[in-house]
């Protein structure tokens, strides 16, 4: 069978999130990868604290998975920020492991704190017509250098191969805020296939973005295990996020 898979963080929950409505209306993918969701519940809430409510109104998918990963304090009010899994398959199982801090408050507005903002590892496991699909959405620990082997991103990297072992249909994806020459990355290449490899250029939007450093990086991937075969994969160049987004078409 053959599956699509879209990767994208969001920005702040959506802060363009009209085009990020029509974006992941016109792919139609069967599983979305989403991170910096919010999942605000108060209707007075602008949309993009809203993510989780927003997509599931407006995106046809009967199944979906929240991963908080921090409550944000916001001038409105406190919400709750992580990882999201939108299946247009059904959801069977699901966990979460943190890499570095636990569950915990933050100032979204701090930088200071960035270092130390709570990051996950969401793993959803989904019956796709009878096969099994193993599932992992993340943003990776921060750090300002995409290259920098701290050991944070050490640990980063040892819980993903040991999360991935030994499952079949493995699909890891996410904003790994490492670059893919990272040795923390480069080790996960060792036991999945990086599907964009090194032929991109960036993973950043640079309409949004006023540092020229980001034209040259790339920290959002999507990775496979050898039981799956990549049959094409695209990173469009649309206005929709700080990010952009990642589409791969998987045969499994």
């Known amino acids: 069978m053959e599956i699509k898979v879209v990767c994208l963080n969001l920005w ?116 796709a017509a009878g096969t099994e699909l193993n599932v992992y959405n993340t943003q990776g620990v921060w750090d300002l250098n995409g290259d920098n082997f701290s ?29 893919p020459t990272n040795p923390a990355m480069v080790a996960v290449g060792e036991h999945l296939d990086n599907v964009f490899g090194h032929e991109l250029a960036t993973t950043f939007n640079m309409r949004r973005k006023s540092d020229p450093g980001y034209a040259s990086s790339v920290v959002d991937m999507i990775f496979v295990s050898h039981d799956i075969t990549v049959t094409s994969k695209s990173c469009p160049d649309v206005d929709i996020s700080d990010h952009l987004p990642l589409v791969a078409e998987l045969a499994i």
């Open 151 to 179: 050991p944070q991103r050490k640990r980063m990297s040892e819980m993903m191969i040991q999360a991935v072992a030994g499952k079949p249909h493995v699909i890891l994806a996410g904003d790994t805020n490492a670059r």
């Open 12 to 127: 702040e929950g959506g802060n363009l999130f009209k085009g990020i409505l029509q974006f992941l209306k016109e792919q139609d993918a069967d599983i979305l990868l989403l991170q910096e969701v919010y999942a605000g519940i108060d209707p007075s809430f602008p949309d993009n604290y809203r993510s989780m409510d927003v997509l599931q109104r407006e995106l046809n998918y009967p199944h979906s998975d929240f991963a908080a990963a921090m409550l944000d304090r916001m001038p409105e009010g406190k919400v709750e920020g992580g990882n999201a899994v939108l299946s247009k398959f059904p959801i069977l199982a699901r966990d979460v492991v943190f890499f570095n801090e636990p569950y915990g408050e933050r100032d979204p507005f701090d930088s200071a704190q960035f270092p130390t903002t709570p990051r996950n590892l969401q793993h959803v496991q989904i019956d």
